[in-house]
């Protein structure tokens, strides 16, 4: 019997030698073959994003980096030195955009309220942390530690809400807009489902009318009607009417999100806490809010980062956010037509903010992931 | 019937104490408070911006700061309310602010449908336009049919309209809200031209990266005269304010600066002088203030033609000329009435 087809027989099994794939069927070849240049439309695609890239990224390398000017006192400094970026702009008046007019001396207090800010979210966000629930008793008083901090009084010098300013405010904007709209708008979603008449008209009326209304005709009302329906003479702080508003308005719409969750649960959930016999609260608590929020999630998380975002309309009616705080500055004679420095710059902050927010829902999803979502 | 008299009486009551509170002196409040509320605009190059340090600085808080320097002896006693153009004026009629000095225009339905006062004129401006020097335009007549950058909610919006409407010619407006906007949208070529004050088109352009590039139009197509103003109703705390700049625009026309105001307050040979500084009879008693309240103002913040200088005037990259805004002795139109 000729030999020539028997050779591999020859082997004892399983220890036969693995051959290399053909070249271009594995690897990174594969991959580039198959996503790049896989049909003629996806090459000329391929090759334009190529040229684009070619041309738009090393010019904005050289402006940000490569030709910009970290250290300079004024503008024209800024152009003798490179033709790039003016970071030096942003360097001299940081601490303007992140605390605004906050008392230099006092500066301190809002650093300590971010870190304890920081503190307070790990047991919230990190289910794992160690001794989670002590910590949480603190989450929970970190509102009124903040608002002692920033504010004073009992024994630290008070600052009035004008000086606040800057990233700073957009914090405590955002954070006290999300913070306090959460429970806001679960009961308002619940309220609209309500089986009392006057409850349900009363919330569906509030989400509707704070929905049908723009967020800046809100504050310019927090900021200007207001004082004509007050008696005059009183000043209520333009700080907290605007925290009012913004939390309010995204109330509405938390309400909405979370009742598309709530209409999700099949009656069947509702029958059975019935059947259990457990009062209202009771079921809501247990069964139909953790199943109706983990849906929400989403939703929630994105009307967050609308809040977050929508907070520099603020500058409309004069509270200096990194926004204001830019313009303010831009007004400087010696730092005139910095412009682009500035909105790189916030750009960059609220990149950071709201993709932090995104992936932390995308993480939480993962986490409270049932089995239930069809893939 | 007893019950609804003794009600509408107790709201009468109510009301004329209400309005009491109202009437109650701005100086008094001002006093019990430690400092003034001036609402300023949320930057202008040179006229209001912050410096290094985050104060605010620049020809409109400064007058402000003359204000508290004559209230308090302290010209930093003052708390700043950045307003827009859209808020600017319910913040002071509510009394949000006490005074506002945020280079608005004296109009006749300001003053008088707004229920605002305006004490005087610390910058006489007017309304002119920018254009790109390669575009060979020698007047503004000539601008038909360009595009034109022009901010929202302004009077510099209204005298556009007024002046393309009596020349026959047309424009596209390209609105925008702030003058950064406009410098922004100007460089990159959206609007042909830029109008806005004349103060703010010079303060634009010495900030583009080619100055000669771009020309300013010869015309000058209305009449901006901006200034300080405070609410109706309490003609007290108006004349606070008008005779503070009064006195800043005086001591430049006596020569009296901070430097030399220590000097000249201990006794001059100008009568006026002595009474400016309250060397001699008491004119700060009768604006409810002490004799030196001039003299301080001088001392800390400068007089007009120090100030000026020293935010917009022709050393500063702002580089105005004193032109109509000099002193009436110099054929300008700064014109103080004498403090007698």
């Given at each position: 019997m000729p030999n020539t087809q028997s050779a591999?027989?020859?082997?004892?099994?399983?220890e036969h030698p693995d051959l290399k794939p053909p070249i271009g069927q594995t690897g990174l070849l594969l991959w580039v073959r198959k996503n790049?240049?896989?049909s003629p439309f996806n090459i000329a695609l391929t090759l334009a994003t190529i040229y684009f890239l070619y041309v738009v990224i090393p010019p904005m390398v050289n402006w940000l980096?490569?030709?910009?000017?970290?250290?300079?006192?004024s503008r024209d400094e800024c152009r003798e030195l490179g033709k790039g970026a003016c970071w030096g702009f942003i360097g001299k008046r940081l601490g303007q955009f992140t605390y605004g007019f906050y008392p230099i001396e006092e500066r301190w207090r809002v650093n300590l309220t971010f870190v304890l800010f920081a503190l307070a979210l790990l047991p919230l966000l990190w289910e794992k942390m160690p001794r989670r629930r002590m910590l949480l008793w603190f989450s929970l008083a970190f509102p009124f530690i903040a608002m002692w901090l920033l504010l004073g009084g009992f024994g630290l010098e008070s600052v009035d809400t004008d000086r606040f300013g800057g990233f700073m405010l957009t914090m405590v904007i955002g954070v006290t807009g999300i913070v306090f709209s959460l429970p806001l708008g679960i009961l308002l979603a619940l309220g609209r489902q309500s089986g009392l008449h006057f409850i349900r008209w009363m919330c569906t009326g509030f989400i509707e009318f704070f929905r049908g209304v723009p967020l800046i005709t809100l504050l310019f009302v927090a900021s200007t009607m207001l004082n004509y329906f007050l008696p005059p003479g009183t000043t209520f702080d333009l700080l907290l009417r605007v925290l009012i508003m913004v939390t309010l308005f995204s109330a509405a719409y938390i309400a909405e999100v979370v009742r598309g969750g709530l209409q999700a649960i099949p009656k069947g959930q509702h029958e059975a806490a019935d059947a259990m016999g457990l009062k209202y609260w009771t079921s809501m608590r247990l069964i139909v809010l953790p199943q109706a929020l983990k849906i929400s999630i989403p939703g929630i998380v994105n009307t967050f980062i609308g809040l977050f975002k929508d907070t520099t309309l603020v500058v409309i009616i004069g509270l200096l956010d990194p926004l204001g705080i830019g313009r303010a500055s831009l007004s400087d004679s010696k730092w005139q037509g910095l412009s682009t420095e500035v909105y790189v710059f916030i750009a960059l902050f609220f990149f950071i903010c709201c993709f932090s927010m995104s992936r932390y829902s995308i993480y939480l999803e993962d986490k409270l992931h049932t089995g239930h979502r069809n893939e | 019937m007893n019950l609804i008299k003794h009600v509408a009486a107790t709201a009468a009551a109510a009301s004329i104490l209400l309005a009491g509170t109202v009437q109650a002196g701005t100086l008094d409040d001002v006093k019990a408070a430690g400092f003034l509320k001036c609402g300023i605009s949320t930057g202008v190059p040179g006229f209001a911006f912050t410096d290094d340090k985050g104060d605010w600085q620049g020809f409109d808080p400064a007058v402000c700061k003359a204000i508290a320097a004559a209230v308090f002896g302290d010209s930093s006693a003052v708390k700043y309310t950045t307003t827009t153009g859209k808020t600017r004026f319910t913040a002071l009629a509510s009394g949000e602010v006490d005074v506002l000095a945020r280079n608005t225009t004296w109009t006749f339905s300001r003053d008088t449908d707004l229920k605002l006062d305006f004490v005087g004129v610390n910058y006489y401006d007017g309304q002119g336009f920018m254009v790109p020097?390669?575009?060979?335009?020698?007047?503004?007549?000539?601008?038909?049919g360009a595009s034109v950058c022009i901010q929202t909610g302004t009077t510099t919006e209204l005298n556009l309209a007024d002046f393309f409407r009596t020349n026959g010619i047309s424009y596209e407006a390209v609105p925008i809200e702030t003058n950064d906007e406009a410098r922004t949208n100007y460089v990159a070529g959206r609007c042909d031209v830029y109008t806005t004050d004349a103060s703010g088109l010079a303060a634009t352009r010495s900030s583009l990266e080619d100055p000669s590039a771009h020309t300013l139009m010869p015309e000058i197509i209305s009449k901006e005269p901006l200034g300080p103003l405070v609410r109706h109703g309490d003609s007290e705390w108006a004349d606070i304010v008008r005779w503070t700049l009064n006195a800043m625009i005086t001591a430049e026309e006596l020569g009296v600066t901070s430097a030399n105001v220590d000097k000249m307050a201990t006794g001059t040979d100008n009568p006026e002088i002595n009474r400016l500084l309250g060397s001699?009879?008491?004119?700060?008693a009768m604006i409810g203030?002490?004799?030196?309240w001039a003299w301080r103002a001088i001392k800390m913040v400068g007089n007009y033609g120090e100030v000026f200088e020293q935010f917009i005037g022709k050393e500063t990259p702002i580089g105005l000329e004193r032109g109509i805004n000099a002193q009436w002795t110099n054929g300008g139109l700064l014109y103080s009435p004498p403090f007698r």
């Open positions: 591999p027989l020859n082997y004892v099994p399983g790049l240049f896989s980096f490569i030709d910009s000017v970290f250290n300079a006192g | 020097t390669e575009l060979g335009v020698a007047s503004a007549k000539d601008l038909d001699e009879g008491d004119l700060g203030l002490d004799k030196a």
